[in-house]
């Protein structure tokens, strides 16, 4: 039987089983004995009161389920505000280290990548919320609003859309600290290693007597240098948010976020004067040693600027403890201007004498994207004979825009001596990475591309958690998408219109799933998912088309309160079609790779036995690579390259983290706390061409603190053995590498009233 037919079939029984249920759901009264509806609330408010465990995931958000994480059939690891604050995590980065498949990105890589979960690309999120799928959609430099960060593997179109349309490869949802019904203030400082000064403040103001009306505003503020030369950036962020607690069943919230970046922008050294060659079919780099901090670009460049404003409005109106409605309102508009210097290494050096001199570019690429969602959702929970149910009807509707040029031309580059001014002033700009002194003059290029990208995405979607006999858990969802793209490409090269396109395309997307509890809190469970997207900020010359994944997984869950362990492993397949990639021969330009395949093994643990201690550890095993390539969108300039069975950039095959806190509980160390923990990987492709590969990598860290009354003191030292490494960095298409932050230092101070 063909693929095809068995989708036919999954998708005609799904249909078939929701229709069914929602229609006896019709002949349901939406009722419930007194004595039933104290029994839920008293099993979820106990669960929260017996959960002494620091670390260990709460329910998450990003579900729109009140079905517990060990319930649903899908990969979600959920980090808590406690983690995060004990681990002394600053950026988004820091703390997603303790997720197994999830490469994170640096501060400085924010601009034009994103994390990855399981090799794929992942889609932020802010309170359930979309964004524009990169991590320039909001600050990422720090955590002081942040409640709890949710990581859902994989697709799931069944629940969420908006954007662009649904998650192909994963989640990341940022959940944002709640107004609180009493007054609190907290006003801290963190300074340490690279000249770090970040101030912030946390103030909650109720605004009614009895608390129904808060306010609470998150703020901070940090000036800090690099440990790359000349490298520094300045960012800042303010985030109100008013809760209405309008009647015990209602309630309202406003959220507000604003963040600027200026930053210096670095562009990477040439993997192929840091690393040795992956193939025989590149030379190796045998001239004298380079400087891995000398910044590559030049010091008088315009600083690299990004601006968010993010609005948020929610209603959540409970009509009974089994009939649920929310609504909610994004305004999101993001900006960044990037100018960079861009060193053009696909070039490699044109002097055969002079191994390190590289041609070097001058880049500027603006960007505006502006996207209005609204989604609304009903839930209603009930029983039919020996089965309960929670079942979701939604819809969603988004407009996004998104306006970007890039330009780039040749530079000028004085160097000293040998190099005479006379030869380089008939070329392109050079720099050469093994002689210091050189001065590069930064000229803004004209424009020369222009793309405007216009998405209007609506979707209806339906979804059904089903609980028989008290230890089955079957779940089976459905969401139609409607994608309407107007797509226009201007090249300032040439006469004529812009090349426009529209197009509509509508697609269903199923997610099926079901969880067996074993016993001892184990679960067995399995789950098939798709998803389903148009690509945003492209800028290739051919129309895009959409995205398309699918993803079959299983595995085990475990939870048991009584020796305080908690996770899962899990095992995956995920395919992903039209994968948007950096074409290598033309700087700033997007192309569609075929096929990407993803599969893997991950294991996630969090044990926590007593207050005192806790212990974390993550594990992946990821097998990322091209598996089909589309060879007319990649022939450039009498180039053609074979990406099929290339591994997937900065993607280990190998990765993990373990990490353990002891908390005194008593005695004059009262308040003490002291932790440590490791991240370890191997090996990774610096790019889609995998000619080089940086070497296997370990990060230790450290931290300590004190904790009394409204005072709090931490110290925390993240790569405690001052290892030197490098990271990838695939920079437009080129095989680029960061050296990694040596030894670092950070102390915060905190005061809470």
């Given amino acids: 039987m063909s693929h095809r037919h068995v989708m036919q079939g999954r998708l005609v029984w799904c249909a078939c089983w929701l229709a069914v249920v929602f229609l006896r759901a019709q002949d349901v009264q939406i009722t419930a004995e007194p004595d039933e509806v104290v029994e839920l609330g008293t099993v979820v408010v106990e669960a929260e009161k017996e959960k002494p465990k620091a670390w260990a995931p709460g329910i998450t958000t990003a579900t729109r389920s009140s079905v517990p994480l060990n ?427 812009p090349t426009k396109y529209e197009e509509r395309y509508s697609e269903i997307a199923p997610r099926l799933g079901a969880v067996i509890d074993i016993a001892g809190g184990v679960s067995l469970f399995g789950a098939y998912s798709e998803g389903y997207r148009g690509v945003l900020n492209y800028t290739g010359k051919e129309p895009p088309v959409p995205e398309t994944s699918e993803m079959m997984e299983g595995g085990f869950k475990f939870k048991n309160d009584t020796l305080g362990v908690s996770g899962a492993i899990a095992g995956y397949h995920l395919v992903r079609n039209n994968v948007p990639t950096a074409n290598p021969f033309i700087p700033g330009s997007t192309q569609q790779v075929g096929q990407q395949r993803s599969q893997g093994i991950e294991a996630d643990l969090a044990w926590e036995p007593d207050p005192r201690f806790s212990f974390l550890v993550a594990y992946a095993y990821t097998d990322a690579r091209v598996t089909e390539d589309v060879p007319n969108n990649i022939v450039t300039v009498g180039k053609q390259l074979d990406r099929v069975g290339k591994r997937l950039p900065r993607v280990p095959e190998h990765a993990g983290r373990a990490a353990v806190r002891y908390r005194v509980q008593e005695g004059l160390l009262k308040g003490l706390g002291v932790g440590l923990g490791i991240t370890m990987g191997s090996k990774r492709p610096v790019s889609l061409t995998n000619n080089y590969f940086t070497d296997p990598y370990y990060v230790a860290d450290a931290q300590i603190s004190y904790e009394r009354k409204a005072f709090k003191a931490a110290l925390s030292i993240s790569n405690l053995t001052n290892h030197f490494y490098y990271e990838p960095y695939p920079y437009l298409g080129e095989d680029v590498v960061a050296p990694a932050r040596p030894i670092t230092f950070a102390l915060t101070l905190s005061y809470t009233f």
Avoid: C
């Avoid at 306006?403 to 160097?415: D, E, K, M, Q």
């Avoid at 050079?430 to 209007?456: H, K, L, M, S």
């Fill in 71 to 497: 319930r649903v059939p899908q990969s979600i690891q959920v980090l808590s505000r406690e983690l995060i604050k004990e681990q002394a995590a600053q950026t988004l980065g820091d703390a997603l280290t303790n997720v197994s498949g999830v490469v994170p990105v640096k501060t400085y890589q924010s601009l034009i990548l994103s994390p990855l979960v399981r090799g794929f690309a992942a889609e932020l999120f802010v309170d359930g919320m979309p964004g524009y799928s990169t991590t320039s959609s909001m600050d990422t430099a720090t955590l002081v609003n942040v409640q709890a960060l949710e990581v859902i593997k994989g697709p799931t179109a069944a629940l969420f859309g908006g954007g662009v349309g649904s998650p192909l490869g994963g989640i990341i949802n940022v959940v944002s600290l709640d107004p609180l019904k009493h007054h609190q203030y907290t006003f801290g400082y963190r300074g340490g290693s690279w000249q770090t000064r970040n101030p912030f403040a946390d103030v909650n103001v109720p605004l009614l007597k009895d608390g129904s009306l808060a306010l609470r505003v998150t703020a901070d503020y940090e000036d800090s240098t690099s440990h790359i030369d000349e490298v520094w950036q300045k960012r800042w962020s303010v985030n109100p948010a008013l809760r209405w607690e309008i009647t015990p069943d209602t309630v309202f919230t406003f959220r507000a976020q604003f963040s600027q970046l200026d930053m210096l922008e670095y562009a990477g050294l040439p993997g192929a004067l840091a690393l040795p060659p992956a193939t025989s079919q590149v030379a190796a780099y045998t001239g004298p040693s380079v400087d891995p901090y000398r910044y590559t670009g030049a010091v008088n460049s315009p600083l690299s600027t990004i601006r968010n404003t993010r609005l948020l409005a929610t209603l959540k109106h409970s009509f009974s403890s089994q009939l649920e409605f929310n609504l909610a309102a994004q305004y999101l508009q993001n900006s960044f201007d990037e100018y960079s210097i861009y060193t053009f290494a696909s070039a490699q050096s044109p002097l055969p004498a002079t191994p390190s001199v590289y041609p070097v570019l001058s880049g500027y690429l603006p960007s505006d994207a502006t996207q209005y969602t609204i989604n609304a959702w009903l839930t209603g929970r009930f029983e039919l004979g020996p089965t309960k149910h929670e079942l979701i009807l939604g819809g969603d509707l988004d407009f996004t825009e998104s306006i970007a040029a890039l330009g780039f031309s040749h530079l000028r580059i004085n160097l000293p001596a040998p190099f005479p001014p006379t030869i380089l002033a008939s070329r392109a700009g050079f720099i050469d990475f093994a002689t210091p002194g050189g001065t590069i003059n930064y000229v803004q290029p004209a424009i020369v591309d222009r793309t405007q990208n216009i998405f209007r995405t609506s979707g209806l979607y339906i979804q059904d958690h089903m609980t028989a006999f008290e230890r089955v858990h079957l779940l089976a969802g459905l969401r139609f998408i409607q994608l309407d793209v107007d797509h226009q490409y201007k090249t300032d090269n040439t006469l004529g219109a």
